[in-house]
C-alpha cells in the first residue's frame, strides 16, 4: 500500500519562461499615477468649494449701504497766506482790509482814519500776502478735541501759493446760521509739482478745538441709506423684508434673545417666512432709506447691533441689464441681460441687423423671432473693427430709440 503523499512530495509547476512571476514597478509611472490623482482629487476639492461659495453667493449689507449719521463733514473758512514771492493780491481791497485787521489783533501798527476805520494805506504795498479758501473734512466717525485733519487752500485772487504760510484762521461749520468755531488751522503750505500753483495743502494743519460726534440712533431707530449704485425701490423693498425675515426668527430663539438680539455671524436667508407681521423691524421709507428699528435687547448697546446689522449678508437680484460707459476712458461694461430691439444699425459701410441669436447681413435671409443681446451686437460689431467711441454713439442712439431694454450709467 503506497503512502499519500504529503506537500513536500507534491512536485512544484515549473515557471513558464514566457511569463516572469515577478512585477517590476517604473518609480517614473508610478509617480505621475500618484500625481494624477492627486491633481484630480485637488480639483474636484477646488469645484466643491467653488460651487458652495457660489451658492452662498451675497454681499455684506455694510457694502451698499451706510448709517445715516456718518457722513463726512467739511470746515471752512477765510484766511491769509503770507511769505510769498510777490505773486499775492495784496492790492486787492478785501485782502488789505483782512491784513490790516489781523495786524490789528496782533498788535500790529496799524492806524485809523478820522472815522475810526483802519488806514488801508498802511498795507497798500504788501505784495506777499494773498486771502484764500480754508477747508478740512472731518471723517464720517468723527473727530474728537485735539485731533488733526489737513487742511486744504485755494487761492482766490493770487497768482501763486508757492513758499506761502498760512496764518492761524478759524474754521466754522458747513451751514452759514452755525458760527462755532470747530478748529484753527495754520501751518507751512505744500504745492504739488503736478498740480495748479494756486491750491495747496497743509498735512495735519487744523487742530480741533471741539469735538464732532456722529449721531447715528434717534428714539431706538436707525436709517440705512443705499449706495447710489444699489438705490432702487427693489433693493429697498428687498432689504426690509430680508431683515424683517431674519429678526422675526431670532425673535422666536429664546437663546439667541436673551444675548441680545442678532447672533454673530448670522447671514439673511431669502425666502425665510415672516412669523409674525408684528415684529416687524425695517420700513422701507423710499428706494434710497430704509428705518431700522433697535430691538429693546439692544439698546443698551447699540453700537453691538449695528455692527452685526451691517455683517449680516444679503442676497440681491443682479445688475446684468446694465450698460455702465465711462466715456473718457472708452470703457463699455455690458451686462449679459441686456436685450434690443430688432433694429437695423447703420455706421459708415456696414449695415447689420439685430433681432435673433445672430447677427448676419441685410444680404442674407434671416428671420428675427427674439430680442437680441446687446453683447452679441457689441461683439458683431468689435469683430468688424468698429471702434469703441463708435460703439458708445450706437448704444446712446438704441437707448434714446428706445430700442435698449435695460440701464445706462454713464461715468
Given at each position: 500500500?503506497?503512502?499519500?503523499?504529503?506537500?513536500?512530495?507534491?512536485?512544484?509547476?515549473?515557471?513558464?519562461?514566457k511569463?516572469?512571476?515577478?512585477r517590476?514597478?517604473?518609480?517614473?509611472?508610478f509617480c505621475e499615477?500618484?500625481?494624477l490623482?492627486?491633481?484630480?482629487v485637488f480639483s474636484?476639492?477646488?469645484?466643491?468649494?467653488?460651487e458652495?461659495?457660489?451658492d452662498?453667493a451675497?454681499?455684506?449689507l455694510?457694502?451698499i449701504?451706510?448709517?445715516?449719521g456718518q457722513?463726512t463733514?467739511?470746515?471752512?473758512?477765510?484766511?491769509?497766506?503770507v511769505?510769498l514771492?510777490?505773486t499775492?493780491?495784496?492790492?486787492?481791497?478785501?485782502?488789505?482790509?483782512?491784513?490790516?485787521?489781523?495786524?490789528?489783533l496782533?498788535?500790529?501798527p496799524v492806524?485809523?482814519?478820522t472815522?475810526g476805520?483802519?488806514?488801508?494805506?498802511d498795507v497798500a504795498?504788501a505784495k506777499?500776502v494773498?486771502?484764500v479758501?480754508?477747508?478740512?473734512v472731518?471723517p464720517?466717525?468723527g473727530?474728537?478735541q485735539?485731533?488733526?485733519?489737513?487742511?486744504?487752500?485755494?487761492?482766490?485772487s493770487?497768482?501763486?501759493?508757492?513758499?506761502?504760510?498760512?496764518l492761524t484762521t478759524?474754521?466754522l461749520?458747513?451751514?452759514?446760521?452755525?458760527r462755532n468755531?470747530y478748529a484753527?488751522?495754520?501751518g507751512?503750505?505744500?504745492v504739488s509739482?503736478?498740480?495748479p500753483?494756486?491750491v495747496?495743502?497743509?498735512?495735519?494743519g487744523?487742530?480741533?478745538?471741539?469735538?464732532?460726534?456722529?449721531n447715528?440712533?434717534t428714539?431706538?431707530?436707525i436709517?440705512l441709506?443705499?449706495?447710489?449704485d444699489?438705490?432702487d425701490f427693489?433693493?429697498?423693498?428687498r432689504?426690509?423684508?430680508?431683515?424683517?425675515?431674519y429678526?422675526?426668527?431670532?425673535?422666536g430663539?429664546?437663546?439667541t434673545?436673551?444675548r441680545?438680539?442678532?447672533?454673530?455671524?448670522?447671514?439673511l436667508?431669502?425666502g425665510s417666512?415672516?412669523?409674525?407681521?408684528?415684529?416687524s423691524t425695517a420700513r422701507a421709507?423710499?428706494q434710497?432709506?430704509?428705518?431700522?428699528?433697535?430691538?429693546e435687547l439692544?439698546?443698551?448697546?447699540p453700537v453691538?447691533?449695528?455692527?452685526?446689522l451691517?455683517?449680516?449678508?444679503?442676497?440681491l437680484?443682479?445688475k446684468?441689464?446694465?450698460?455702465?460707459?465711462?466715456?473718457?476712458?472708452?470703457i463699455?461694461?455690458i451686462?449679459k441681460d441686456?436685450?434690443?430691439a430688432p433694429?437695423?444699425v447703420?455706421?459708415r459701410?456696414?449695415r447689420?441687423?439685430a433681432?435673433?441669436?445672430?447677427?448676419?447681413?441685410i444680404g442674407?435671409?434671416?428671420s428675427?423671432?427674439t430680442n437680441a443681446?446687446?453683447k452679441?451686437?457689441a461683439?458683431?460689431l468689435n469683430a468688424?473693427?468698429?471702434?469703441?467711441?463708435?460703439?458708445i454713439?450706437?448704444?446712446?442712439?438704441l437707448?434714446?430709440?428706445g430700442?435698449?431694454?435695460g440701464e445706462v450709467v454713464?461715468?
Open positions: 500500500m503506497k503512502n499519500k503523499p504529503t506537500d513536500k512530495d507534491v512536485p512544484m509547476p515549473s515557471p513558464d519562461p511569463r516572469s512571476t515577478d517590476t514597478i517604473d518609480p517614473t509611472r499615477t500618484v500625481l490623482r492627486c491633481i484630480a474636484l476639492l477646488v469645484f466643491i468649494t467653488l458652495n461659495r457660489c452662498a451675497g454681499m455684506r455694510g457694502d449701504c451706510r448709517v445715516r457722513e463733514n467739511t470746515l471752512q473758512g477765510l484766511g491769509l497766506v511769505g514771492r510777490g499775492g493780491d495784496g492790492d486787492a481791497a478785501t485782502t488789505s482790509r483782512a491784513l490790516a485787521r489781523a495786524m490789528q496782533m498788535g500790529g492806524s485809523s482814519d472815522t476805520q483802519l488806514n488801508l494805506d504795498d506777499n494773498a486771502m479758501v480754508v477747508t478740512a472731518v464720517a466717525v473727530a474728537q485735539g485731533d488733526l485733519l489737513d487742511v486744504s487752500v485755494s487761492a482766490i493770487a497768482k501763486s501759493l508757492e513758499g506761502g504760510r498760512l478759524p474754521m461749520g458747513p451751514r452759514t446760521d452755525d468755531v484753527l488751522a495754520q507751512q503750505l505744500r509739482p503736478d498740480g500753483a494756486t495747496a495743502t497743509v498735512e495735519g487744523a487742530k480741533m478745538e471741539s469735538t464732532i460726534k456722529a447715528f440712533h428714539d431706538g431707530r436709517t441709506i443705499l449706495d447710489q444699489f438705490a427693489i433693493t429697498a423693498q432689504v426690509e423684508d430680508e431683515i424683517n425675515n429678526m422675526a426668527i431670532i425673535a430663539d429664546s437663546a434673545a436673551s441680545g438680539g442678532l447672533a454673530n455671524g448670522s447671514n436667508t431669502p417666512a415672516r412669523l409674525s407681521s408684528n415684529l421709507i423710499d434710497l432709506h430704509i428705518e431700522v428699528e433697535i430691538p439692544d439698546r443698551s448697546s453691538r447691533f449695528i455692527s452685526l451691517l455683517d449680516t449678508t444679503i442676497h437680484q443682479s446684468s441689464n446694465r450698460v455702465v460707459i465711462n466715456e473718457s476712458d472708452g463699455v461694461v451686462g441686456v436685450e434690443i433694429v437695423l447703420t455706421h459701410n456696414l447689420i441687423e433681432g435673433g441669436h445672430e447677427f448676419v447681413e442674407q435671409d434671416a428675427p423671432e443681446k446687446l452679441d451686437l461683439d458683431a468688424l473693427d468698429v471702434s469703441t467711441e463708435d460703439l454713439a450706437i448704444i446712446k442712439t437707448k434714446a430709440k430700442d435698449l431694454y454713464f461715468q
